[in-house]
């Protein structure tokens, strides 16, 4: 059937056929549970013998022991706790040098730097299409870029974060900016090549879309705007919440076309997420309480029930 996952992904693992889904679940809880454990043993090996790694070196080297298990086994736990780790790496070696209260300080640099690294890890899953064995790998690893991208967009659209502070004229209130910068450009710039790379296999391989492409580049060409020069709060607003609704226009109308109900209800929610905000911002002041609720609750389920029926039309 052309809405069955194994026509949409040729060569994915399926976990729940028939007979045998109990044994495939005890095998991804086994397999989910080995790769937890090879993290704790690094934080204990650290601990028993007093190295002291900094948490990057640490997430690192637990990602690398997962790497294998996700790669032979191709679950769908391993393949999101990969990824996971991935983004959690990189923001962790980005802000190596910086201490946590001085990040907090500016907490406008972390959506910058999840949104780069969900465009990279996105990226990253597109890649895994040229080889059909690794298409359920790919799927998951796209989805969650996808969802650290629409979080940290999102984000940034909200009035507290798109209004950066004054202050923060660059990158040296955080100190050690050098390193910082540097470990953030270096993340753009892969993430700019994976995605340059995946726009030349886009014609030959079916599963990477030709909007993608230059949506990505458009939005970490903003991330880097919004994370180097600091503009007036509706610059920025306005600039994230046009490359979020291309992204969620693009998201939505491949999950219809494909009958991907996981990538049509994440970009539903982003959606949602984005109407909501733009609703806030516009209409808190001028409406009452009473008046801005009444009007959320109904802007909330018309647009949900929209959602649900072409959800519904698209199986």
């Given at each position: ?25 005890l095998g991804s809880s086994l397999l989910l549970l ?163 790379f995946n726009m030349r296999l886009a014609p030959k ?61 994440i970009a539903g929610l982003g959606l949602l997420g ?42």
């Open positions: 059937m052309p809405g069955t996952p194994g026509a949409l992904w040729p060569g994915m693992v399926h976990e729940e056929s028939g007979g045998d889904w109990a044994k495939s679940w080995s790769a937890l454990l090879s993290g704790a043993v690094i934080l204990l090996f650290s601990w028993l013998y007093e190295v002291s790694a900094p948490a990057h070196v640490v997430v690192l080297l637990w990602m690398l022991s997962v790497a294998p298990l996700t790669y032979v086994a191709r679950r769908t736990a391993l393949s999101l706790l990969f990824p996971t780790l991935l983004l959690a790496w990189a923001a962790l070696f980005t802000f190596r040098e910086v201490g946590f209260f001085a990040v907090m300080d500016r907490i406008f640099f972390l959506p910058a730097v999840l949104a780069a690294g969900g465009v990279l890890l996105f990226a990253f899953g597109g890649l895994h299409y040229t080889l059909p064995g690794l298409s359920s790998l790919a799927r998951n690893f796209r989805l969650i870029g996808l969802k650290a991208t629409l979080l940290a967009v999102l984000l940034v659209t909200t009035p507290a974060l798109s209004r950066r502070s004054a202050e923060a004229t660059s990158w040296t209130t955080l100190g050690s900016s050098a390193a910082v910068v540097w470990s953030f450009a270096l993340l753009v710039a892969a993430a700019a090549l994976l995605t340059l391989v079916e599963r990477l879309t030709r909007a993608e492409g230059p949506i990505s580049l458009a939005l970490l060409a903003v991330i880097l705007l919004y994370a180097l020069i600091p503009l007036p709060a509706w610059v920025y607003s306005g600039l994230f919440s046009g490359v979020l609704f291309l992204v969620i226009l693009a998201a939505l109308l491949t999950g219809w076309a494909r009958r991907d109900a996981r990538l049509a209800d984005l109407v909501l905000i733009r609703y806030y911002d516009w209409f808190w002041a001028p409406l009452g309480w009473a008046s801005f609720s009444a009007g959320a609750l109904v802007l909330t389920a018309l647009l949900v029930t929209v959602l649900l029926l072409k959800r519904k039309d698209a199986h």
